[in-house]
């Protein structure tokens, strides 16, 4: 069943693609669907009238109980190394319905998460619940926020229709924007099951002219988009680490070859700097701590290589030569993203040969402090990391007159350098004990009021001169912070 909702401008050029990479998948209707969460700006940004989306009609499209005007919903097939292990995977509980044309003329994936059983469902029930469906909604509008780029949250619905994990929890459905979700575990699928090379070759040219149309007519355009794909990576991934974030399950098949982060399972902010933070429950090795992030995606990187070898040359040998040059430069890129946006959050503007060394010793010292990471940074910006003479950390005023003395021989003003600093160094994020609070208060229906009061402050983190300590206090600490990926 179809419905008519103003705004709605769905393409499928993705369903063009051959067979191998997706299958027809109609949602399956839920009982009671009820709007819950629903965010009229990104709503506006699409070219959605955001009026009916609350109307019943509209929980009903946002729960895939009936179809917006346009959709043909399909399950998309991709494989994915799950913490080292190849696997075959696909949407085992998320259906596309399109591509909307937005008001600007861009294309986004419009996704359902939780609607129901597919071709790749593998025994899944195909649905999801409430709690990690507005986790995602809180985490990825949050980064959003930061200037991070991501997949979006449009509406999350709830189905009046428990899901039965370790416990029976309210069933929901998230409506999840995205450039697209081609990921390195895409590709992978296509090595694996496409031994002539036609269907490979035939991904990397629709990847290439949807997210990356300035290389068409490049020499060698697969070697130039894997180029590309791998500075976006290293560009992202030296993000999360600015601010403290933890993905937490970063297997090849949430590595968006667009360079947005998506997945949000067992994700979270870090509180006290540890490079070893691990927040996911199922991660017992470390594998996908916060300072293995850089690495890990250097190798999620290398096994998009050996699925794109057979496109870079027709000789094996020459292939791998290609590739290791361009996966070799990873670190390098990865450092400079990393260091620009740290001379960023010290307020520098210029380059200086000594300036790793002077990030790296203030981290180690908030290391050897457990000091918050967020919050050492934002009383850096406000002028109050460095205390008064009598309580001074005698170690850290040595820094910070270094810091001042670097500052001092770039041509820039000090007020320049403030307004630099707030402009990277955030006073919120999304810290754990708010997150819990907020997805309490909504799954035990107490109402909406807590998480849109959240919404609101990571709306805009940088607001240094809003004062709300609730906000940006870090949680209790007695016990370590455990997520779950809520599948």
């Not at 109980?65 to 919903?73: D, F, I, K, Q, T």
Request: with cysteine.
């Amino acid at each position: 069943m179809m419905i008519t909702m103003a705004g709605w401008r769905l393409e499928h050029t993705y369903a063009e693609l051959p067979q191998l990479f997706h299958a027809p998948a109609a949602p399956t209707a839920v009982r009671e669907p009820r709007l819950v969460a629903f965010n009229r700006p990104l709503a506006a940004q699409l070219g959605l009238d955001p009026d009916p989306s609350e109307s019943p009609e509209g929980a009903a499209i946002f729960a895939g109980n009936v179809l917006p005007e346009g959709a043909r919903p399909i399950a998309q097939a991709y494989a994915g190394h799950q913490f080292g292990h190849f696997a075959v995977l696909g949407d085992g509980r998320a259906i596309l319905l399109g591509e909307q044309i937005t008001s600007a003329g861009d294309r986004v994936d419009i996704q359902l998460k939780g609607a129901g059983q597919t071709r790749f469902s593998r025994r899944g029930d195909g649905r999801a619940a409430l709690g990690p469906m507005l986790r995602e909604y809180i985490i990825s509008e949050a980064m959003h926020a930061l200037g991070i780029p991501t997949t979006r949250s449009l509406a999350v619905v709830t189905t009046g229709e428990p899901v039965y994990r370790e416990q029976v929890l309210q069933g929901a459905v998230l409506t999840r924007v995205a450039a697209s979700h081609i990921r390195v575990g895409t590709m992978q699928w296509a090595a694996a099951h496409d031994s002539g090379g036609t269907a490979t070759r035939a991904l990397a040219a629709y990847t290439l002219a949807r997210h990356y149309p300035e290389l068409t007519g490049a020499p060698e355009p697969y070697l130039a988009l894997f180029q590309a794909i791998v500075a976006r990576q290293a560009a992202l991934i030296a993000r999360w680490q600015l601010v403290g974030f933890v993905h937490g399950v970063m297997n090849t098949d949430n590595m968006a070859l667009s360079g947005e982060t998506i997945d949000y399972g067992p994700c979270a902010f870090m509180d006290a700097y540890d490079p070893a933070t691990v927040f996911s429950s199922i991660d017992q090795g470390g594998r996908y701590a916060y300072g293995n992030q850089p690495p890990i995606a250097q190798w999620n990187l290398a096994r998009l290589a050996e699925a794109m070898l057979p496109l870079f040359d027709p000789g094996v040998e020459r292939a791998v030569e290609l590739a290791t040059a361009v996966l070799n430069g990873f670190p390098d890129l990865f450092e400079q993203h990393w260091l620009d946006g740290m001379r960023a959050k010290l307020g520098l503007f210029t380059r200086e040969p000594d300036d790793a060394a002077l990030v790296s010793d203030l981290l180690a010292w908030m290391q050897r402090r457990s000091a918050d990471f967020t919050n050492t940074f934002r009383l850096l910006t406000i002028g109050r990391l460095v205390g008064d003479a009598a309580n001074a950390d005698q170690e850290l005023a040595d820094w910070h007159r270094r810091l001042e003395a670097r500052r001092g021989r770039q041509p820039q003003p000090p007020a320049e350098a403030q307004t630099l600093m707030r402009q990277h160094n955030p006073a919120f994020i999304p810290r754990h004990h708010n997150v819990e609070e907020a997805l309490a208060a909504a799954t035990s229906g107490d109402g909406g009021g807590v998480m849109e009061r959240l919404l609101e402050v990571l709306a805009t983190p940088y607001s240094h001169e809003h004062d709300v300590p609730m906000f940006s206090a870090p949680g209790p600490g007695e016990r370590p912070y455990r997520t779950f990926c809520g599948t």
